[in-house]
């Protein structure tokens, strides 16, 4: 929907948002102690990161187990660039584990380089009560803002970047605010071949497909 407000001697349309669900919505049958989730943080050294595993326990009693977070490529599980296994209780509720990831081999993710990752975290109790797994997406990058000369610039795995950015309205003609795998896909490639590099999102948060389809591209 669309309505006209004047500014002054200029017509300006503004775009409506839609309400309901517009993102993804994911429904799981789990054991009493699951992983509820996994979440990845970059670090200035590119091929290190701070990853945080949220683990869930309904049982009402405290749930002893080992927990295992293995990081591989996208696409390829057995090309594994780190492993680690602890020890975990959990009480009642909900728990934190933190984990250092290291990964010299890792390969950076850059600017038309789509070097992707899945953090995995797999629990298993003592009892044999419960086993669960969950795995994220991610990229092993470090982008910040530098200065030189007195002159602030963008830097991308320490290098300097230009980012030629196009804008994406989060708007689509057939859906409203959700756009399908393919529409997103074909929103990045157009951005591509018209010399751009990034896509800046327009009045709202960028949509999921499109954020995926983006980092896919690199």
Same mark, same amino acid.
């Given at each position: 929907?669309? &309505?006209?407000?004047?500014?002054?001697?200029?017509?300006?349309?503004?775009?409506?948002?839609?309400?309901?669900?517009? #993102?993804?919505?994911?429904? *799981?049958?789990?054991?009493? /102690?699951?992983? %509820?989730?996994?979440? /990845?943080?970059?670090?200035?050294?590119?091929?290190?990161?701070?990853?945080?595993?949220?683990?869930?326990? &309904?049982?009402?009693?405290?749930?002893?187990?080992?927990?295992?977070?293995?990081?591989?490529? =996208? @696409?390829?599980?057995?090309? /594994? /660039?780190?492993?680690?296994?602890?020890?975990?209780?959990?009480?009642?509720?909900?728990?934190?584990?933190? +984990?250092?990831? *290291?990964?010299?081999?890792? @390969?950076?993710?850059?600017?038309?380089?789509?070097?992707?990752?899945?953090? *995995?975290?797999?629990?298993?109790?003592?009892?044999?009560?419960?086993?669960?797994?969950?795995?994220?997406? +991610?990229?092993?990058?470090? +982008?910040?803002?530098?200065?030189?000369?007195?002159?602030? *610039?963008? =830097?991308?795995?320490?290098?300097?970047?230009?980012?030629? %950015?196009?804008?994406?309205? #989060? $708007?689509?003609?057939?859906?409203?605010?959700?756009?399908?795998?393919?529409?997103?896909?074909?929103?990045?490639? %157009?951005?591509?071949?018209?010399? $751009?590099? %990034?896509?800046? $999102?327009?009045?709202?948060?960028?949509?999921?497909?499109?954020?995926?389809?983006?980092?896919? $591209?690199?």
């Amino acid at each position: 929907a669309h &309505t006209i407000f004047p500014w002054g001697k200029y017509m300006m349309p503004i775009v409506r948002g839609f309400g309901g669900v517009t #993102g993804d919505v994911t429904v *799981r049958a789990v054991d009493p /102690v699951s992983v %509820a989730d996994v979440w /990845v943080l970059n670090t200035p050294k590119i091929t290190d990161a701070k990853a945080t595993v949220t683990l869930s326990n &309904t049982s009402g009693a405290p749930k002893s187990g080992k927990l295992t977070l293995i990081v591989h490529e =996208y @696409k390829d599980p057995s090309a /594994v /660039v780190w492993k680690k296994t602890v020890s975990a209780t959990i009480p009642s509720g909900t728990k934190d584990i933190p +984990f250092d990831i *290291r990964a010299p081999k890792a @390969k950076v993710w850059g600017l038309f380089q789509p070097n992707l990752y899945i953090a *995995r975290a797999e629990f298993v109790s003592s009892d044999g009560s419960s086993s669960d797994a969950m795995g994220k997406r +991610f990229g092993f990058r470090w +982008f910040t803002v530098g200065t030189k000369d007195g002159d602030e *610039r963008l =830097y991308l795995n320490g290098k300097r970047v230009f980012l030629m %950015a196009t804008v994406n309205r #989060g $708007y689509w003609a057939t859906t409203g605010m959700n756009c399908s795998p393919e529409m997103a896909r074909r929103d990045v490639e %157009a951005a591509i071949s018209m010399g $751009y590099n %990034a896509l800046a $999102y327009h009045n709202a948060i960028g949509q999921p497909n499109l954020v995926r389809a983006a980092d896919e $591209y690199g």
